[in-house]
Nanobody, 120 residues
Framework: QVRLQESGPGLVKPSQTLSLTCTVSGDSFTTDSYYWTWIRQPPGKGLEWIGAIANSAGTVYSPSLKSRTSISRDTSKNQFTLQLRSVTPEAMAVYYC????????????WGQGTQVTVYS
């Protein structure tokens, strides 16, 4: 059974860097068709894809967030991490990590999500 679990501070101030970690169990970064993904949902809005890291360690990002986003991984800990720099109030959302099975064109496993609040 594959499980993903987000962790990180739930509060961040404007202009700071948001850092979240997703810990993966039941899988390791060895299947080429999987993309380890970050997605967020602001209050009252739909899901927004942020970016992903492939098993090759290549990354892809949303064009609107690319300049402020980094996704990396630590294979020894089976974790991948999101960093969003210079956050604004618009970053307030529930953040999810998920596994994107590109061969099936679906997000087949999700974390439970973690709330991030931006406060002054």
């Amino acid at each position: 059974q594959v499980r993903l679990q987000e962790s990180g501070p739930g509060l961040v101030k404007p202009s700071q860097t948001l850092s979240l970690t997703c810990t993966v169990s039941g899988d390791s970064f060895t299947t080429d068709s999987y993309y380890w993904t970050w997605i967020r949902q602001p209050p009252g809005k739909g899901l927004e894809w942020i970016g992903a890291i492939a098993n090759s360690a290549g990354t892809v990002y949303s064009p609107s967030l690319k300049s402020r986003t980094s996704i990396s991984r630590d294979t020894s800990k089976n974790q991948f991490t999101l960093q969003l720099r210079s956050v604004t109030p618009e970053a307030m959302a529930v953040y999810y990590c998920a596994r994107d099975d590109a061969s099936e064109s679906k997000f087949d496993y999700w974390g439970q999500g973690t709330q991030v609040t931006v406060y002054s």
